[in-house]
T-cell receptor, first 112, second 116 residues
Framework: SQKIEQNSEALNIQEGKTATLTCNYT??????LQWYRQDPGRGPVFLLL?????KEKRKERLKVTFDTTLKQSLFHITASQPADSATYLC???????????FGQGTTLQVKP | GAVVSQHPSWVICKSGTSVKIECRSL??????MFWYRQFPKQSLMLMAT?????????EQGVEKDKFLINHASLTLSTLTVTSAHPEDSSFYIC????????????FGPGTRLLVL
């Protein structure tokens, strides 16, 4: 069955450092992969989308890579700030239905 | 742009009652909306896909008679939890797919349901 795994433990880093979050998947061939941010008690907020034929995408301090051979995506936040503290979800999608399969999320804590 | 609202944001009800949750896309048309459920410290689990003007498609294990979905217009979908029980207590989140950018979903703020 399809399986998505993100960093299982919470990630704690110091302000200013680069946070790197991992998303691995098996038994799936996604057409695209998305990253979302979710704050406690709130709905997810869309951050970035990367398609299967793209290797890397950037948006301000965010960078996403997508390796379909390794079946892995890496999500980087450079110059991290305490305001970046949240849970980050990766989601895989394919086809025309628009359905997404979510990973369990990684909680990032950026300490001042 | 791309704002999705949900109402109510939280609801407490007695066991056996029905609860209706509304999901609206405020500034775009959504031919497809999705309903998710999220338990504490777990990820989002897709419950059903709601297409405007047609019957919803439910994921395996989700009771369609328990979770009634109606998508009457391009900007509104409703989820009704019928005869709610304590095990239905959860965080329900909807998302809407912009007809112009079909790979992206915009999520509502969620509705927390507590069934006593």
């Amino acid at each position: 069955s399809q399986k998505i795994e993100q960093n299982s433990e919470a990630l704690n880093i110091q302000e200013g450092k680069t946070a790197t979050l991992t998303c691995n998947y098996t038994n799936y061939s996604p057409a695209y992969l998305q990253w979302y941010r979710q704050d406690p008690g709130r709905g997810p907020v869309f951050l970035l989308l990367i398609r299967e034929n793209e290797k890397e995408k950037r948006k301000e301090r965010l960078k996403v890579t997508f390796d379909t051979t390794l079946k892995q995506s890496l999500f980087h936040i450079t110059a991290s700030q305490p305001a970046d503290s949240a849970t980050y979800l990766c989601a895989l999608g394919s086809g025309n239905t628009g359905k997404l399969i979510f990973g369990q999320g990684t909680t990032l804590q950026v300490k001042p | 742009g791309a704002v999705v609202s949900q109402h109510p944001s939280w609801v407490i009800c007695k066991s056996g009652t029905s609860v209706k949750i509304e999901c609206r896309s405020l500034d775009f048309q959504a031919t497809t909306m999705f309903w998710y459920r999220q338990f504490p410290k777990q990820s989002l689990m897709l419950m059903a896909t709601s297409n405007e003007g047609s019957k919803a498609t439910y994921e395996q294990g989700v009771e369609k008679d328990k979770f009634l979905i109606n998508h009457a217009s391009l900007t509104l979908s409703t989820l009704t939890v019928t005869s709610a029980h304590p095990e239905d207590s959860s965080f329900y989140i909807c998302s809407a797919r912009d007809a112009r950018y079909q790979e992206t979903q915009y999520f509502g703020p969620g509705t927390r349901l507590l069934v006593l």
